[in-house]
């Protein structure tokens, strides 16, 4: 399986900080934050990733990172020129990911929780992880039934459906390049991620799986901070 982590995007949100490095570069606690990912996917199994970066910062992330071989893997990077929504890391990385599946997970994430088996039992379709969250009006939400299947996939749902938010890690077959291609812009001028679940989910192709133990969305002040305090409290 290859593994891409999406590190691209202007970070607005944590202006004036990102006027000067990429979000992904930011310190949590004593670790650039892309280190986080970065060790999920390592921890996974994972060793061919791509890096996917904002053409403003590629120096940055080359001098920093380089081939990969200090981690026991190997590195691609690809600019974004522009982003233009989560599965256009798949059109970028059409070639990287050739025949094979891949885990696309995203550079502000940072997980306690670990994903070896899952990457490691996965076999087709779709998977994603799910965690119950007080805000879920600020993700992408699952609706579960009574025996824990997926029945509706809703962006930043305007009325409450679940309290299950999807986090930024995903496992696909080599199908979702293609599908990704397909996909229109929404209202936002992206394409959305949700698309590409539902696609999946309308073929009963698609497992979500709940997760334990703690995830950061690192791309606000607030879960900076919370991020940085918790990976300090574990030293």
């Given at each position: 399986m290859k593994g891409i982590i999406l590190a691209g995007g202007k970070g607005t949100r944590l202006q004036p900080l990102t006027k000067i490095t990429s979000k992904q570069l930011l310190p949590v606690y004593n670790q650039p934050m892309i280190y986080y990912p970065l060790?999920?996917?390592?921890?996974?199994g994972i060793r061919e990733i791509m890096i996917i970066v904002a053409p403003e910062n590629a120096g940055d992330y080359l001098n920093f990172l380089g081939s990969g071989r200090q981690f026991g893997a190997k590195f691609t990077f690809e600019v974004q020129?522009?982003?233009?929504?989560l599965p256009q890391a798949f059109e970028i990385a059409d070639n990287f990911i050739d025949d094979d599946d891949v885990a696309l997970i995203l550079g502000d994430n940072i997980f306690s929780h670990d994903f070896s088996a899952n990457v490691q039992s996965f076999k087709s379709g779709a998977k994603v992880f799910a965690k119950k969250v007080e805000d879920p009006e600020r993700f992408g939400v699952v609706e579960l039934d009574d025996s824990q299947k997926p029945l509706r996939i809703v962006e930043k749902p305007v009325e409450k459906i679940s309290d299950y938010a999807l986090v930024?890690?995903?496992?696909y077959d080599n199908r979702v390049v293609e599908l990704?291609?397909?996909?229109?812009p929404s209202a936002r001028g992206e394409t959305e991620i949700v698309d590409l679940h539902n696609w999946y989910l309308n073929k009963g192709e698609l497992e979500v799986e709940k997760i334990e133990g703690e995830w950061f969305d690192a791309g606000t002040f607030d879960s900076l901070l919370k991020a940085s305090n918790f990976m300090a409290s574990r030293r």
């Amino acid at each position: 399986m290859k593994g891409i982590i999406l590190a691209g995007g202007k970070g607005t949100r944590l202006q004036p900080l990102t006027k000067i490095t990429s979000k992904q570069l930011l310190p949590v606690y004593n670790q650039p934050m892309i280190y986080y990912p970065l060790q999920t996917l390592l921890k996974a199994g994972i060793r061919e990733i791509m890096i996917i970066v904002a053409p403003e910062n590629a120096g940055d992330y080359l001098n920093f990172l380089g081939s990969g071989r200090q981690f026991g893997a190997k590195f691609t990077f690809e600019v974004q020129d522009e982003p233009k929504g989560l599965p256009q890391a798949f059109e970028i990385a059409d070639n990287f990911i050739d025949d094979d599946d891949v885990a696309l997970i995203l550079g502000d994430n940072i997980f306690s929780h670990d994903f070896s088996a899952n990457v490691q039992s996965f076999k087709s379709g779709a998977k994603v992880f799910a965690k119950k969250v007080e805000d879920p009006e600020r993700f992408g939400v699952v609706e579960l039934d009574d025996s824990q299947k997926p029945l509706r996939i809703v962006e930043k749902p305007v009325e409450k459906i679940s309290d299950y938010a999807l986090v930024g890690f995903y496992i696909y077959d080599n199908r979702v390049v293609e599908l990704a291609k397909s996909l229109k812009p929404s209202a936002r001028g992206e394409t959305e991620i949700v698309d590409l679940h539902n696609w999946y989910l309308n073929k009963g192709e698609l497992e979500v799986e709940k997760i334990e133990g703690e995830w950061f969305d690192a791309g606000t002040f607030d879960s900076l901070l919370k991020a940085s305090n918790f990976m300090a409290s574990r030293r």
